[in-house]
């Protein structure tokens, strides 16, 4: 196992899947947290191999870190504290899902802070012209 930024996030998502799945409990709240967690993911991707293409700087690019940042932000920060809030709330799940979505949660606001400097990074690019053509 190598150590990547993402890595807290991977080990502390398979510990709370891994756990709901021992407990046989709080499947629902374990499909709707993969859900919103991965629905970026396919974005993400298509990022990936724009950058391998070397297409960084191009206006498709900051198109699509853009969508990437939006669906983010909506999911983690609008969406899944909302799921987090009946989840922490209700009686049914085991305190041990309801501390994972805690530490899950406090983690995508770390990485909401990262998103949203790159959001704003991409609206200057495309906010910024370019150099003016001499005749």
Known sequence: ???????????????????????????????????GAEITNPILQVRWFMLEAQMKGTKALVYVEFVFALTFLICRVFWAPSLLYVVVRSSIPHI????????????????????????VKAVKALRVPGPKKEN
């Open 1 to 35: 196992l190598c150590w990547r930024p993402h890595t807290p996030t991977q080990v502390a998502s398979l510990f709370a899947t891994g756990l709901g799945l021992y407990l046989d409990a709080s499947g629902s709240e374990l499909v709707g947290s993969l859900f």
């Open 96 to 119: 041990s899902v309801k501390t994972g979505g805690v530490l899950l949660q406090l983690i995508s606001w770390v990485w909401s802070a990262e998103v949203l400097m790159r959001l």
